[in-house]
């Protein structure tokens, strides 16, 4: 059983900046990707970027060129970085492992909420 755990959510003013981590307790190595997702308040929840095992990243149209998806393999963390925060970006982000295709574990999220 891998746990995952994020942290660095709050409440920004638009175009401001927040920093996540998802610390996972296992090495993050083993994925072939860490993801992470959000979900919006009454909507569904979306692929926000994800980081392979050899560093290649990508990222949905709605955040490219504001947040950037890294990693610390010695330290089992992930990071999102988000800038030029928006309204729209309020959410529960959430952060999980993608081991063939599959996505068995998830953390429980942490809340993100952008004011004008």
């Known amino acids: 059983q891998v746990q995952l755990v994020e942290s660095g959510g709050g409440l920004v003013q638009a175009g401001g900046s927040l920093r996540l981590s998802c610390v996972a307790s296992k090495s993050i190595i083993s994925f072939d990707a860490m993801v992470w997702y959000r979900q919006p308040p009454g909507m569904q929840r979306e692929l926000v970027a994800q980081?392979?095992?050899?560093?290649?990243?990508s990222y949905a149209d709605s955040v490219k060129g504001r947040f950037a998806i890294s990693r610390d393999n010695a330290k089992n963390t992930v990071y999102l970085q988000m800038n030029s925060l928006k309204p729209e970006d309020t959410a529960v982000y959430s952060c999980?492992?993608?081991?063939?295709?599959?996505?068995?574990?998830w953390g429980r999220g942490t809340e993100v909420t952008v004011y004008e």
């Open positions: 980081i392979t095992s050899g560093g290649t990243t």
């Open positions: 999980t492992a993608d081991q063939g295709g599959y996505y068995e574990y």
